[in-house]
């Protein structure tokens, strides 16, 4: 048995990068912001390091300071959707890092 949350478990348990891209996009963002450091732990044990950086925009998006209509920086926003189209390209296998 482990100490990991079920759903924390899932990476951990992840065998290619592209089931490791499907539960970033498919696991909430508040379990993402709250395990910021397990995940990051465990996709930089995996070397996942497109994963790193998607991880590291959202939480950089999620905690930036807003504007008066609510968003984000263009910059911030920006970043956040290059990763996350990174992401979901390694997610289809379009795509391994690295290659």
């Given at each position: 048995?482990?100490?990991?949350?079920?759903?924390?478990?899932?990476?951990?348990?992840?065998?290619?990068?592209?089931?490791?891209?499907?539960?970033?996009?498919?696991?909430?963002?508040?379990?993402?912001i709250r395990?910021?450091?397990?995940?990051?732990?465990?996709?930089?044990?995996?070397?996942?390091?497109?994963?790193?950086?998607?991880?590291?925009?959202?939480?950089?998006?999620?905690?930036a300071t807003?504007?008066?209509?609510?968003?984000?920086?263009?910059?911030?926003?920006?970043?956040?959707?290059?990763?996350?189209?990174?992401?979901?390209?390694?997610?289809?296998?379009?795509?391994?890092?690295?290659?």
């Amino acid at each position: 048995m482990t100490h990991l949350l079920p759903i924390i478990e899932e990476l951990a348990d992840a065998t290619d990068h592209a089931t490791r891209a499907r539960w970033l996009l498919e696991t909430p963002l508040a379990v993402l912001i709250r395990d910021q450091v397990t995940v990051a732990r465990l996709l930089s044990a995996a070397a996942f390091h497109e994963g790193l950086a998607y991880l590291a925009a959202e939480i950089s998006a999620l905690s930036a300071t807003r504007g008066p209509d609510g968003l984000a920086a263009f910059s911030v926003r920006m970043t956040r959707e290059h990763a996350r189209i990174g992401i979901q390209i390694i997610a289809r296998g379009g795509a391994e890092e690295g290659k």
